[in-house]
């Protein structure tokens, strides 16, 4: 099975009911679609967007997939609409097309990862495993149709490139198509289980994080596989608290994954619970 692109970081999370940004009010009611001049590099509308702080994490698509999914945008192939939903905090929310958006901010940003986003969210600690899979997606993105860095340089001289190229460049205008869902936090998060039923069906395990996320073991669980990196699901708590979660969790994480699983086995000092990269 292909290994996973970690790309949890891209897109941050947060709670449907977290106090947000007077200002997302004036992106709110202007977003139609995504484009690359909206999503790109300091771009300020990625400052308002959140996944719900229930969602799996980001790391269902191998390289093939993300491939396909740049790729499809070039060529100015349908892509399926991502909707949004904005809460009373004009925080603007992904219900549905974390994935694809992700996938398109990680060609943007360099950031298959074990980018800078990346590394800031999971406060640098990232593993080795995970580091090798980004860089083979990133050869394999950057031999089949290059980087967004070298589209920028190619747009600049634009009788160097060839014709295909051209007509992708010319492409990097076009965008997502947006959607939107109106109501409170409540259809929102009705709006988010039925629509990621119909696609990639959640796991029973899944569904048990969803419903009971601020429960003790809903918390323990991620902070553990997280190693009390990446969001905190636990910022509830005091800082003491907080911090005697993240210093645990981690303690509990590197006994579990420790050392790094190797796909060729040389020695059986091997990590009690094998890998957390792999399904």
């Avoid at 990621?196 to 669980?221: C, D, F, M, Y």
Wanted: charged share 25%; with cysteine.
């Amino acid at each position: 099975m292909a290994a996973k692109v970690i790309l949890d970081a891209l897109l941050p999370r947060a709670d449907f009911l977290v106090e947000g940004n007077d200002n997302a009010e004036m992106f709110a009611k202007s977003i139609a679609e995504f484009s690359v001049q909206s999503i790109g590099r300091n771009s300020f509308l990625l400052d308002y967007l959140r996944k719900p702080d229930f969602q799996r994490e980001t790391n269902e698509w191998d390289a093939d997939q993300i491939l396909s999914l740049i790729e499809s945008f070039l060529n100015g192939e349908l892509i399926p609409s991502i909707i949004l939903w904005k809460n009373s905090a004009n925080y603007i929310f992904i219900i549905d097309g974390a994935h694809r958006l992700s996938a398109l901010l990680s060609w943007l940003h360099d950031d298959y990862g074990d980018g800078d986003i990346s590394r800031k969210y999971f406060n640098n600690c990232i593993s080795d495993e995970q580091i090798l899979i980004a860089e083979q997606t990133r050869r394999k993105i950057e031999r089949k149709i290059g980087s967004y860095e070298g589209f920028l340089q190619k747009a600049a001289h634009p009788s160097a490139t060839d014709e295909q190229k051209r007509q992708r460049l010319m492409l990097l205008t076009t965008a997502i198509a947006v959607q939107w869902i109106n109501g409170n936090a409540e259809k929102a998060e009705v709006s988010f289980e039925k629509i990621n039923q119909q696609s990639t069906p959640l796991s029973q395990t899944e569904r048990i994080l969803i419903k009971e996320r601020k429960l003790p073991h809903g918390i323990v669980a991620r902070a553990i596989y997280w190693g009390g990196a990446g969001h905190k699901y636990w910022s509830e708590f005091g800082l003491d608290v907080q911090e005697k979660i993240e210093m645990k969790s981690k303690e509990i994480h590197d006994i579990l994954f420790k050392p790094t699983l190797q796909s060729r086995l040389e020695n059986l000092n091997l990590p009690i619970g094998g890998s957390n990269l792999y399904p």
